[in-house]
C-alpha cells in the first residue's frame, strides 16, 4: 500500500461520505472512488459498506483505519524528526496538557537544566489528547502522558506519579458535603452533566453535557452550576472559591507518565527522561 492510498482511505473512513472526503484532499470525487475500490481489490476485503443512504466500515475498515493512522503519524514523524536533528540549536520538545502536572514539569525542567550537557526545552502546552498526538508525528520529541486518559501503546514509558480523582463541583453543591461520591452517583447528577471533550477529529461527542475543550473552560462553567467533572487530585490547586471537591475512591487511579518514541537516539531525550525518573 502506499502513504497517497492511505491518505486517501482515512479521509473517506473519518468523513463517512466520498463527497466531502473528495473535498478534503482538494480532488475530484471518481478518482477518489477508484482508488478506494482499488485498494479494497488489492487487499481481497471490503472496507466500506456502501448505501444509497450512508457509508459505514466494515470491520475490516475500522482495522484498517486504525493502522492507516499509525503509518501516516509515523511517517509525518519521521520527516519532522529528520529535519530537527538537522537543525543549528539542539533542543527537545516535550509536550504536555496545560495546567495537568504543573509541579512535576516545572521541578523537571529546572533540574534537567543543571544537568551538564543540557540543551533547551520547548515546552508546547496543549489541550486533552494533543501531547499524544503531538508525539506519534513527531511535532514532539517526549510527553507527559497520563493513562488511561491517554494512550501510551506503541511508546516507551516511565512511571513517574499516581494520583486518585475527585469531582469538582459547584461551591455550595448538596453533593459537596459527602465524605467520597461512588462514579454511578457522579454519573447521576443530571442537572451537573459531564464534560465532552473532543476527540481525535475535533469532533465532540453525542451527549448532554457542555462542550468543551480545556480546563479553564470547564472550571468557569462548573463554577456556573452548568456542569461537574472528575479530574485527578493534583488539579485542585487551579480551583477557586467557587468550586468544591469530593474524592470518588471508585474512579480509575490516574498515572503521570514521561513517554518517548522506542526508536529515539536523542542523547538529550535519554537525559531528560532519566531526570524525570530521579524526581
Same mark, same amino acid.
Given at each position: 500500500?502506499?502513504?497517497?492510498? +492511505?491518505?486517501?482511505?482515512?479521509?473517506?473512513?473519518?468523513?463517512? *461520505?466520498?463527497?466531502?472526503?473528495?473535498?478534503?484532499?482538494?480532488?475530484?470525487?471518481?478518482? @477518489?472512488?477508484?482508488?478506494?475500490?482499488?485498494?479494497?481489490?488489492?487487499?481481497?476485503?471490503?472496507? /466500506?459498506?456502501?448505501?444509497?443512504?450512508?457509508?459505514?466500515?466494515?470491520?475490516?475498515?475500522?482495522?484498517? @483505519?486504525?493502522?492507516?493512522?499509525?503509518? $501516516?503519524?509515523?511517517?509525518?514523524?519521521?520527516?519532522?524528526?529528520?529535519?530537527? !536533528?538537522? !537543525?543549528?540549536?539542539?533542543?527537545?520538545?516535550?509536550?504536555?496538557?496545560?495546567?495537568?502536572?504543573?509541579?512535576?514539569?516545572?521541578?523537571? +525542567?529546572?533540574?534537567?537544566? !543543571?544537568?551538564?550537557?543540557?540543551?533547551?526545552?520547548?515546552?508546547?502546552?496543549?489541550?486533552?489528547?494533543?501531547?499524544?498526538? $503531538?508525539?506519534?508525528?513527531?511535532?514532539?520529541?517526549?510527553? @507527559?502522558? *497520563?493513562?488511561?486518559?491517554?494512550?501510551?501503546?506503541?511508546?516507551?514509558?516511565?512511571?513517574?506519579?499516581?494520583?486518585?480523582?475527585?469531582?469538582?463541583?459547584?461551591?455550595?453543591? &448538596?453533593?459537596?458535603?459527602?465524605? *467520597?461520591?461512588?462514579?454511578?452517583?457522579?454519573?447521576?447528577?443530571?442537572?451537573? &452533566?459531564?464534560?465532552?471533550?473532543?476527540?481525535?477529529?475535533?469532533?465532540?461527542?453525542?451527549?448532554?453535557? &457542555?462542550?468543551?475543550?480545556?480546563?479553564?473552560?470547564?472550571?468557569?462553567?462548573?463554577? $456556573?452550576?452548568?456542569?461537574?467533572?472528575?479530574? &485527578?487530585?493534583? @488539579?485542585?490547586?487551579?480551583?477557586?472559591?467557587?468550586?468544591?471537591?469530593? #474524592?470518588? #475512591?471508585?474512579?480509575?487511579?490516574?498515572?503521570?507518565?514521561?513517554?518517548? #518514541?522506542?526508536?529515539?537516539?536523542?542523547?538529550?531525550?535519554?537525559?531528560?527522561?532519566?531526570?524525570?525518573?530521579? /524526581?
Amino acid at each position: 500500500m502506499e502513504t497517497r492510498e +492511505l491518505r486517501y482511505f482515512v479521509a473517506v473512513a473519518e468523513e463517512l *461520505h466520498f463527497g466531502r472526503a473528495a473535498q478534503r484532499l482538494t480532488m475530484a470525487q471518481p478518482p @477518489l472512488s477508484r482508488a478506494i475500490q482499488q485498494l479494497e481489490r488489492r487487499l481481497g476485503v471490503v472496507l /466500506l459498506h456502501r448505501t444509497a443512504r450512508a457509508i459505514t466500515l466494515t470491520e475490516a475498515g475500522s482495522v484498517l @483505519l486504525r493502522e492507516a493512522r499509525l503509518v $501516516l503519524d509515523a511517517v509525518e514523524a519521521a520527516e519532522r524528526r529528520t529535519r530537527r !536533528a538537522a !537543525a543549528d540549536q539542539p533542543g527537545v520538545v516535550l509536550a504536555t496538557k496545560a495546567g495537568a502536572s504543573r509541579e512535576l514539569l516545572s521541578k523537571l +525542567l529546572h533540574a534537567y537544566a !543543571a544537568e551538564p550537557g543540557s540543551v533547551v526545552v520547548e515546552v508546547m502546552l496543549c489541550g486533552p489528547g494533543e501531547p499524544e498526538s $503531538l508525539l506519534r508525528t513527531g511535532r514532539a520529541d517526549v510527553a @507527559l502522558l *497520563h493513562r488511561p486518559y491517554d494512550t501510551t501503546a506503541g511508546f516507551d514509558t516511565e512511571d513517574l506519579h499516581t494520583e486518585q480523582q475527585v469531582v469538582v463541583l459547584p461551591k455550595g453543591h &448538596p453533593l459537596a458535603d459527602r465524605a *467520597h461520591l461512588s462514579l454511578d452517583e457522579v454519573n447521576a447528577q443530571t442537572d451537573l &452533566p459531564l464534560p465532552r471533550w473532543p476527540g481525535r477529529d475535533g469532533g465532540h461527542p453525542d451527549g448532554p453535557g &457542555p462542550q468543551v475543550r480545556d480546563h479553564t473552560q470547564l472550571f468557569q462553567l462548573i463554577a $456556573l452550576g452548568l456542569a461537574c467533572a472528575v479530574v &485527578p487530585e493534583s @488539579l485542585r490547586d487551579q480551583l477557586r472559591d467557587d468550586h468544591d471537591i469530593v #474524592p470518588v #475512591p471508585d474512579a480509575p487511579a490516574v498515572t503521570t507518565v514521561i513517554a518517548w #518514541p522506542p526508536h529515539s537516539r536523542s542523547k538529550a531525550v535519554a537525559d531528560l527522561v532519566r531526570t524525570a525518573t530521579r /524526581l
